[in-house]
Nanobody, 120 residues
């Protein structure tokens, strides 16, 4: 599975961004598609995920502000980010898993990441 995330950029606090992630290759084994982020000096953390059966989960830190969705017809996953805060600044990665987890170790394939910077 090949993944590529894009759509990051510089935005002011309170603003919005939409990240996209393309998936290609042997996606038939993929059950969950998720988003993670990693800020400088911090560990990679779970953001949100969605399964092909329609389950979703979102980290408490972004709940109510971020929404994950998947367009299977286009092979795209999105992360809609609203009310952005400076602490949301990080590199955002998309990833896929054959299971259902928020642990990064459960994800097999990763995109290259896209930088999101939120200015105060």
């Amino acid at each position: 599975v090949q993944l590529q995330a894009y759509g990051g950029g510089l935005v002011q606090a309170g603003g919005s961004l939409r990240l996209s992630c393309t998936a290609s290759g042997r996606t038939y084994n993929v059950y969950t598609r998720g988003w993670f982020r990693q800020a400088p000096g911090k560990e990679r953390e779970f953001v949100a995920a969605s399964t092909r059966t329609g389950l979703t989960m979102t980290a408490d830190s972004v709940k109510g502000r971020f929404t994950v969705s998947i367009d299977y017809a286009k092979g795209l996953m999105y992360l809609e980010m609203n009310s952005l805060k400076p602490e949301d600044t990080a590199i955002y990665y998309c990833a896929t898993s054959g299971g259902w987890s928020r642990r990064s170790t459960a994800y097999d394939y990763w995109g290259q990441g896209t930088q999101v910077t939120v200015s105060s």
